[in-house]
């Protein structure tokens, strides 16, 4: 495994309940403000591309869903499983893409968000913390080469749908600019981010 966060600061959120629960509050109540910027898109979608349409609160799903399998488990015993392999390289891969797609796209589009607090400062800081929280999964999750392809398919389903059924979140630019193809690129670059990062793939190459 590897993580930029030290082991002695990601400890209190995977080790210690009440500083999990607290992490749990807060991607809760971002995954609520997500869905609120989501809403003016969703009411002129059907129910079914939700999904593919709201990326960041979904990536926050999938991270708090990570965090609450730790309950009852812990660190030590933590288990890999197809299942629990695949939410856990799901999560990580889509907070780390979604994280620095937004820095990219509020810093591409840069005078049409800067300097408004929220839009450019609040976003940002937001989206960027979602990138540092995914480096607590390779404390306990693994990865393997199924749950690599599950997430490869998610990826390309969801950047299949942002540009070819304009289903990207809605920017205060005219055009998407080179996002079509900077957003596979990080697609690309997440996945190998999380074999890297959540060992079991990479340390033993008997892993399915």
Known sequence: MWSPIPERIAAPYLDVELSRFLLLAANAVGVLVGLNFYLGQMTTRGALTWPLLVDSPLSLCWMTASLLTLWGLGRRYY?????????????????????????????????????????????????????AEAFLLPYYGRTSRFALGVTACWFVANDVADYAFDLHPHLRSATTGPLPWVTPLLS????????????????????L
Request: net charge negative; with cysteine.
């Open 79 to 131: 288990p890999s499983s197809p299942f629990l392999d695949a939410l856990n390289t799901i999560a990580f891969a889509s907070m780390v893409k979604y994280g620095l797609w937004t820095a990219f796209t509020l810093n591409y589009f840069f005078s049409a968000y800067y300097p408004d607090v929220w839009s450019y400062w609040g976003i940002l800081f937001t989206h960027l913390v979602m990138v």
């Open 188 to 207: 690309l670059g997440a996945l190998a981010l999380a074999w890297y990062c959540l060992d079991g793939g990479r340390d033993d190459p008997t892993t």
